[in-house]
């Protein structure tokens, strides 16, 4: 049986996945920082006919994660990484606000992802298979005013993807970064229900998300996991080292590989 590690699984799109990736025959370590969401996350699998186990670790810190590697490999050695942890973070302009708060975003989303990765690549490397599935984001690739934090992790997430995948590549492992869209929970449910003052930098976040939605741009979570799902069988590794969305013709883009590794598009760069 195949073993995925699933950062941020305790609620939203983390969930979502992790129990997807159960019903499709993969072992679930789901990890986050609440052990009670942990719980319902693996009691939801279990219900499934699935196996998973929680893991208590704060993506932040090498060692939490070092010591819930260990717990994952009680599955046996992990085939897939789907590094989802991440936070939304302050909002408001830049120069109004704690710079702490906003570098510690940019920790949980960007250092985190790192943490992950460092963390599994050497097992992954000596067996030469492996797959890493980066949750990045359309903030990172243009730009969300008000929300400069996020915006700047997820463009870190999507070069650092880029740079794995060189790296890696004749190693056996594959590495995508991905937008999972605007997924009808965790951070656009929060926008979607906020009730923030009016005229603040909170509330135009907030009505942006909700116009967003509205306007048919939302996407259930059902959408994301296929398009994780699909990466994590094998059938895009053609396409490692690509910013890849859920709008996107995985199966058109699979056929234009060549052409799009030539080139070298759907990548973080000047156009």
Not at 54 to 72: C, F, K, M, W, Y
Request: hydrophobic residues 45%; proline residues 3%.
């Amino acid at each position: 049986m195949s073993v995925a590690l699933v950062t941020g699984g305790g609620r939203g799109i983390g969930r979502a996945v992790a129990r997807e990736l159960a019903i499709e025959g993969f072992a679930v370590a789901v990890l986050s920082r609440t052990g009670s969401e942990l719980e319902q996350t693996v009691q939801l699998i279990a219900r499934d006919g699935g196996t998973a186990i929680p893991i208590v670790a704060d993506v932040t810190s090498p060692a939490d994660v070092e010591r819930g590697l260990e717990a994952a490999r009680t599955l046996g050695q992990i085939d897939l990484l789907v590094n989802n942890a991440g936070v939304g973070g302050p909002i408001g302009v830049m120069w109004d606000g704690d710079p702490d708060s906003w570098w510690r975003a940019v920790e949980i989303n960007l250092r985190g992802t790192f943490n992950c990765i460092h963390a599994v690549l050497p097992g992954m490397v000596e067996r030469r298979t492996g797959r890493i599935i980066n949750v990045a984001s359309d903030a990172g690739a243009y730009r969300w005013p008000l929300v400069s934090q996020y915006s700047v992790a997820k463009a870190g997430v999507i070069k650092l993807t880029e740079n794995l995948a060189a790296e890696t590549r004749r190693h056996g492992i594959a590495a995508f970064a991905i937008h999972p869209g605007l997924v009808r929970v965790g951070l656009t449910e929060h926008s979607m229900n906020g009730n923030a003052a009016e005229g603040s930098p909170q509330a135009s976040v907030q009505a942006w998300v909700r116009r967003q939605v509205e306007e048919g741009r939302g996407v259930e979570p059902e959408r994301a996991c296929d398009l994780v799902v699909r990466l994590a069988s094998g059938e895009a590794d053609a396409l490692s080292g690509r910013y890849l969305t859920v709008h996107d013709d995985l199966a058109e883009l699979v056929a234009q590989a060549e052409t799009i590794r030539r080139d070298d598009s759907l990548v973080l760069r000047r156009r």
